[in-house]
């Protein structure tokens, strides 16, 4: 039996914080806000695993009010995401998702990204497909004032 899940999120971009992208860090002036880590991509995967599993969203599992959150790698949060998928007996068929940039050029990152997920999520490479897009200079993104991320899953019930 097989089950789908979407997530989406977006992060504002300020100073004086690092960019983080599935768990990795991209050189860039600003950063990501966010009572975690706010990996963007991360974040909006682990809504699409936990959507997949109708387990609710990231917020409810990780309040942002949680001290135990502040700061922490979102690494750790998808980790737990998939250990409670495991523990539902479901595996991961794969995952899309889609990164909206304007900048930094995300071009040469993405597989580096791609390739980092599926390792944190122990699946093969070509189970996870990360792709990069601009907003054409329009709205929030465009300007470079956010970075928002969508997400696919597929999980199957083992
Ligand atoms: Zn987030």
């Known amino acids: 039996m097989y089950r789908i899940g979407i997530g ?43 959507g997949a599993s109708g387990r609710g969203d990231i917020g409810e599992h990780f309040p942002d009010c949680d001290p135990a959150y502040k700061n922490i790698s979102s690494v750790k949060l998808l980790k737990k995401v998939a250990r409670r998928l495991r523990a ?10 889609v990164i909206v940039a304007e900048k930094p050029s995300l071009v040469s990152y993405k597989k580096k990204i791609s390739r980092n997920i599926a390792q944190i999520l122990n699946l093969p490479s070509k189970k996870v497909n990360v792709k990069a897009t601009s907003a054409e200079k329009l709205g929030p993104i465009g300007r470079g004032q956010a970075i928002s991320a969508h997400a696919i899953a597929l999980i199957k019930k083992r």
């Open 88 to 97: 539902l007996k479901y595996s991961i068929n794969n995952i899309d998702a």
């Open 8 to 50: 989406y999120d977006l992060h504002r971009l300020i100073r004086r914080r690092k960019l983080i992208l599935g768990g990795i860090i991209i050189p860039y002036t600003k950063g990501l806000l966010g009572h975690s880590d706010a990996d963007v991509l991360i974040h909006a995967i682990c809504d699409a695993l936990l």
